[in-house]
């Protein structure tokens, strides 16, 4: 099985703090690596759908999922896909805001739906805008009222102002609906940015040790016989760790999950939209079951944590968005993670023996969007 995100548009409806809100920000002196950009890509799918499908249709399992900007702002696009591709799984990836808008007919033949939040209302609207947070939340309870039954996921974006304990408790035991799958990614995207020293001390001080207890509070869960509750984080991690089993890059890109650009070239990733140099094939001409595996040589190559991480992030190692002693931060936060985890592991262990919980309960779908490492 290949996974693809198809990039519908890149249009939003909503202008983030930590994604297109941070454009008009002052920029400091580090910018990374330069990589050429395809600057001609159209603002909108464009390829011809005919061809799309027959791309697809070479790989008898393939699952899709609608990805921006906010594909919600194609709808019809996507009734008119999800209508004719030869495709047996469909995901999407939204900030929750036009759910309503896609029939339950659609919505409800969705395996997995990602909806962005950041933890509690309060600090959600602070970065989304103000009433996102209740207006998704309608459109969450609304989805399920629906007849959904796939896997809801919340996705997080978290930063110097989140405490991580309390976000994802936000939403794992929220009065209007609680998520069992959650997911959460740093903004450590701080290129150019001369405040990148707060990021430490919030990294150091308060995510690290924020993400030990929250360890702490997961296995206690399977203890008290709550099961495994699906927090990506620690739920792929700990599964091969219970395993012994190593893994390549944990979101897929580049060897098991692939981007369809908008005029149809194929990328390794989502966020590596227009790396000309990162193509590995047009829809029209390429075989979805023979793509190129791509990998980049850095210091994650030779790092004795690579087993555990799969190299964090392909996007980060292209274009090196951090200086060194930055980067040191952000892998502390990898190896926080590990060791959280492995501590925990007899514990794991021990309720898998008393029967408490199965191994089995560690399953889940692999490449789903979720990045695993945060």
Excluded at 225 to 235: K, M, N, S
């Amino acid at each position: 099985m290949v996974f693809f995100h198809l990039i519908l548009t890149d249009d939003c409806n909503l202008s983030c703090s930590y994604c297109r809100g941070r454009v008009t920000e002052n920029t400091g002196e580090w910018g990374g690596r330069d990589v050429e950009i395809d600057w001609d890509l159209p603002p909108d799918l464009s390829v011809d759908l005919p061809s799309l499908y027959s791309f697809l249709g070479k790989d008898p399992s393939a699952c899709l999922t609608f990805y921006g900007g906010e594909p919600l702002l194609r709808i019809p696009l996507i009734r008119e896909i999800m209508d004719h591709a030869p495709v047996g799984r469909f995901m999407v990836q939204t900030n929750g805001l036009l759910l309503q808008d896609l029939p339950a007919t659609y919505r409800n033949r969705f395996d997995t739906i990602l909806v962005s939040l950041d933890g509690t209302e309060e600090l959600t609207d602070r970065h989304r805008g103000r009433g996102t947070y209740r207006k998704v939340m309608e459109n969450v309870q609304a989805l399920i009222a629906g007849g959904y039954r796939g896997e809801l996921i919340a996705r997080m974006t978290v930063g110097e102002d989140t405490d991580i304990r309390e976000a994802v408790f936000a939403l794992a035991r929220n009065k209007d609906y609680s998520f069992s799958s959650i997911h959460w990614q740093l903004d450590a995207d701080f290129s150019g940015d001369p405040s990148i020293g707060r990021f430490r001390e919030w990294a150091e001080g308060e995510y690290n040790p924020g993400i030990r207890s929250l360890v702490h509070d997961w296995v206690e869960s399977m203890e008290s016989g709550e099961g495994v509750l699906r927090w990506y984080p620690f739920l792929q991690p700990m599964q091969d760790l219970l395993l012994g089993r190593s893994s390549p890059l944990r979101c897929g890109s580049g060897h098991a999950n692939y981007t369809i650009m908008t005029d149809g070239h194929i990328g390794p990733c989502p966020v590596m939209v227009g790396m000309k140099e990162f193509y590995v094939g047009h829809v029209g001409t390429s075989d979805p079951l023979r793509l190129p595996r791509v990998s980049v040589e850095s210091e994650c190559t030779a790092c004795t944590h690579r087993e555990f991480c799969g190299g964090r992030c392909l996007y980060s190692q292209v274009v090196r968005p951090w200086p060194d002693e930055m980067k040191r931060v952000v892998c502390r936060t990898v190896e926080n993670l590990k060791e959280s985890l492995t501590a925990a592991l007899p514990r794991v262990r021990e309720c898998i023996r008393k029967g408490i919980i199965r191994e089995s309960d560690f399953s889940h779908t692999r490449y789903n969007g979720c990045e695993i490492i945060p």
